[in-house]
Every structure is written in C-alpha cells, then in structure tokens.
C-alpha cells in the first residue's frame, strides 16, 4: 500500500494557461474525493467519484474545472484558462466503501501558483 | 449546513504540557468526526476518529470524545511533544448524502517548545 500519490507537488502557471493533475488513489479504493485548501483554511470539497462515476460536485467548481476518472483508478482534474484565485493546494482523497468505515486518506497535495 | 469551529491559534506550548484544542460542530443527521494532522511539509494525515455518540478516538496519546449533547470533539493530550508541533484539523463527515464529504474547520496551529 503506497498510499495517495498527486502529480505535480507543485506547478506556477501564467494566468489564462491551462493546467491539468494527476491523482492515484490506493490501490482498490473506489471513492476518490478532490478538496481544495486555501493559506490559511481548512480543506473544502470540490468533487467526488464513485468508482469511474462522478456523482457530485460542489458549487465552488467553476466551468472552467473539470475532472475525470475514466477507468475507475486516477482521477485527473483540469483547470482550464487558469485565474489568480484558482492558486491553492488541490488535494486528492480516496476511501473504501469495503471497508464500512469510508474514512478518507489524502495525498500530499498539488500547490498550484497562478502568476 | 454543516460546519466546523475550532479555536484559533496559534497554540503555544512548552514541551510536557496538557494540550486541549476545542472543536464544536452543526450538522443535520449523525456524522462521524475526525481529528487530521497536518505536519509541515507534508500532507493531511488522519489523527483519530469517533463515529458515534460517546465513542472516544484515540492515537498517539491524543483523544477526543464525541459529545452529542454539546456538539463537541475537543482534541487533548497530556503531555506534548516537539514533535506534535502541526496543524490539527477537526472535520466531519456528513453521510446523510450519497458521499461521505468531508467539512474541515480552519484548523489550529500547534507549536511546541523545549
């Protein structure tokens, strides 16, 4: 069990560019859950997937993100056409319904850097 | 909605001291709650966690104990450690939906001295 993995750990950006992370999610794990952390804030939710479904999304999730996760396993979200308030640690969550207990483990976090 | 508050900081110990970081919660239904740490440097890593009314989290010497009738989870230690110096997130997790998403406080940082 390697446990979460995020790519990029971090990435500076030009405002208006699009930028695109990746998350692997422990191995079996069917939920993957997206969270988005401001200096200063606790973690807030974005969006989440039941295996390659996407079955909710938060109203903080503009148009211009999108994720995916087409085979059930990573999960990708994209920014696209990238603003200076989108800069934030994005991070990537992921459970077992299995299990029962559906406690989360994050990974380490993409810092994402608008310029 | 749900929500977390927790005591702001930052926290000053000196090494050997009683932690308490207080932490009350709003939600609708019956959530489980979560203590996360998070180290410098590194990512969230999940402390403890209560499920239901008077179950008490414990790990590392740390424990909180879910309080329904105050709505609280008040993380303690007796004795701290340089190396609990971090930020500690109190969260819970609303499973009256069809996910189990999790709602954080602001977090409260934890600096301990020799």
């Known amino acids: 069990d390697t446990g979460v993995s995020q790519d990029p750990r971090h990435k500076i950006t030009k405002r208006g560019q699009n930028v695109t992370f990746r998350c692997d999610p422990i191995?079996?794990?069917?939920?993957l859950y997206w969270y988005r952390q401001t200096l200063g804030q606790g973690p807030e939710f974005l969006t989440y997937f039941q295996n390659e479904a996407q079955l909710e999304k938060s109203r903080l999730l503009s148009d211009r993100f999108s994720a995916e996760r087409p085979k059930g396993s990573f999960s990708t979200l994209e920014i696209q056409r990238t603003e200076q308030g989108d800069s934030a640690m994005y991070l990537c969550a992921s459970s077992s319904t299995d299990t029962g207990s559906d406690t989360q483990y994050f990974g380490p976090g993409t810092r994402l850097t608008v310029l | 909605g749900n929500s977390v508050t927790q005591m702001e900081g930052p926290v000053t110990l000196s090494e050997e001291a009683f932690l308490t970081i207080n932490c009350t919660y709003t939600?609708?239904?019956?959530?489980?709650l979560f203590w996360y740490v998070q180290y410098p440097g590194e990512g969230l890593q999940l402390l403890l966690k209560a499920t239901k009314a008077d179950d008490k989290g414990s790990n590392k010497g740390f424990e909180a104990t879910y309080r329904k009738e105050t709505t609280s989870f008040h993380l303690e230690k007796g004795s701290v450690q340089v190396s609990d110096s971090a930020v500690y997130f109190c969260?819970?997790?609303?499973?009256?939906?069809?996910?189990?998403?999790?709602?954080f406080g602001t977090g409260t940082r934890l600096q301990v001295t020799l």
């Open positions: 939600a609708t239904g019956y959530p489980s």
């Open positions: 191995s079996e794990h069917n939920r």
């Open positions: 969260a819970l997790s609303d499973r009256t939906g069809t996910a189990s998403k999790l709602t």
